[in-house]
């Protein structure tokens, strides 16, 4: 087995991330080998759990605390990067704890960034800003500022492809209506309701958030909780009852949140004023979407509508107007998403500020978490213990071939076909893609345009 070695070939160090498949653990999946084939000052390590009620991060610090930092130094070599971050949240007391063990022990040159708990601080820019100063451009990236942000989960999938083993799990926790939150261990396509049975559910009649309450992809009905499974971006399942708060407002029509804009908007701005994004410099202006969304039909010139509605396109979808800011609570994140669809089908691009100025007030409007949970009516399941790690063993998974932005991967197993743990089961696409291993030993039954399904062998 070929290990990759400090002060190794830089391309071989980049191709083993490729080789192994890893893609960013906590966001969108983007491909870590574009990311890492870059020279930049920060190597900043998100481990701040963008969203309440996740553990995985946390668990992960606790656990591998002298993984992560043996190979951030790793990856600060090969980035050329001076400044090596960990960025937390200060409360983080334990996590904290075994991180600075862990840089004592090996005398690395690495620091802990302890930040404030507010939402959504996980945010790459919000995170750039706080450990740099530094603004990202509109729609640009944290390397147009010199910084390169991986995610904690990231850094250890990192790890293990340096000593040649692909991505074929996934640390995810499960939290909301349990009896205690869990973290769990699952095979890439585990369904989520064999990782759900690990967990002991309080309801009944529930509905998952894959994620976090923010941003997550709500599954509300029996049958989508059924399909869905792990993939290598899955950090989460909050579990709630299916008559719960957010599932009302996460299943309202875009034409009904036109009507309701057009009729309770009160203009009074909240959402633009405390939008993360807009202060630290970023034009989104929420407030004059939803001023202007009814009559986006009879808008005509091309100049007029990228006045009226491009801000929308500096938006990152946190929904804190959502969720937090309107007291009328309207949806400006769901008509933001609306107007950046209707940008795109005009064929308008809305000009870059290259260089934000942040706000004044900026410090002052952050959304402290413990108000966020309790808007979100969710104070009732936050948990202060530790979980305990189970591992899943599915009877047989579905493994899709689109877990990262890009291409889909193509499959290179036929039906048929024996598999083992670690195998390639898909390779990336030519462009943005990604390659694609199994974490489950059978037999491969069924390929469809969505992904793989790999069965036990039959005795």
Same mark, same amino acid.
């Given at each position: ?203 009944? $009649? +529930? /509905?998952?958030? #894959? ?8 599954? *509300?009905?029996? @049958?989508? &909780? ?110 933001? $998403? +609306? /107007?950046?669809? #209707? ?8 000009? *870059?500020?290259? @260089?934000? &100025? ?102």
């Amino acid at each position: 087995m070929h290990h990759w070695q400090t002060g190794g070939d830089e391309m071989e160090f980049v191709e083993a991330i490729q080789k192994a498949g890893v893609v960013g653990a906590g966001g969108a999946g983007f491909p870590t080998h574009i990311k890492q084939n870059a020279a930049a000052e920060y190597l900043i390590i998100n481990a701040a759990e963008c969203e309440p009620l996740i553990e995985t991060d946390k668990y992960l610090c606790r656990t591998f605390a002298d993984r992560i930092v043996e190979t951030v130094e790793k990856m600060a070599a090969h980035l050329k990067a001076g400044h090596r971050v960990i960025a937390l949240k200060a409360k983080y007391k334990q996590e904290i704890k075994a991180l600075k063990e862990a840089i004592d022990r090996q005398k690395a040159g690495v620091e802990i960034f302890e930040m404030g708990t507010y939402y959504p601080a996980g945010d790459e820019q919000i995170m750039v800003e706080q450990v740099t100063g530094r603004v990202v451009p509109e729609r640009g990236l944290p390397l147009n500022v010199g910084c390169v942000v991986e995610n904690v989960g990231t850094v250890l999938a990192i790890a293990d492809a340096l000593e040649d083993k692909p991505v074929t799990d996934k640390y995810l926790s499960v939290t909301g209506a349990v009896k205690e939150p869990v973290m769990c261990l699952a095979p890439l396509g585990t369904p989520i309701e064999d990782v759900l049975r690990q967990a002991e559910l309080l309801v009944k $009649d +529930y /509905a998952v958030i #894959l994620g976090g309450p923010m941003m997550g992809k709500l599954k *509300k009905d029996r @049958e989508a &909780v059924r399909e869905a499974v792990v993939t290598k971006t899955t950090g989460n399942l909050l579990v709630l009852p299916s008559d719960h708060y957010l599932m009302k407002r996460g299943t309202m029509s875009v034409e009904r949140m036109m009507r309701q804009a057009a009729s309770a908007c009160i203009q009074c701005r909240a959402c633009t004023d405390l939008c993360p994004r807009q202060l630290i410099g970023h034009n989104v202006e929420p407030h004059r979407v939803m001023r202007n969304i009814w009559r986006q039909e009879s808008i005509t010139d091309a100049a007029k509508f990228e006045r009226t509605f491009g801000s929308a396109a500096n938006c990152s979808s946190c929904g804190t107007c959502e969720m937090f800011s309107c007291p009328m609570g309207l949806s400006p994140r769901k008509m933001n $998403d +609306y /107007a950046k669809t #209707l940008l795109r089908e005009r064929g308008i691009q809305p000009e *870059k500020n290259q @260089e934000p &100025v942040k706000s004044t007030a900026l410090g002052h409007r952050r959304i402290p978490t413990e108000r966020l949970i309790a808007r979100l009516d969710l104070t009732q399941y936050v948990s202060h213990g530790q979980p305990k790690l189970y591992e899943v063993t599915p009877k047989e998974v579905f493994v899709p071939l689109s877990q990262h932005i890009g291409k889909p991967a193509v499959p290179v197993a036929a039906v048929g076909d024996e598999v083992k743990r670690g195998d390639l089961i898909a390779e990336a696409a030519e462009g943005l893609s990604a390659n694609i291993h199994t974490g489950f030993e059978g037999v491969v039954k069924e390929i469809t345009p969505q992904g793989i399904r790999i069965g036990r062998r039959e005795a």
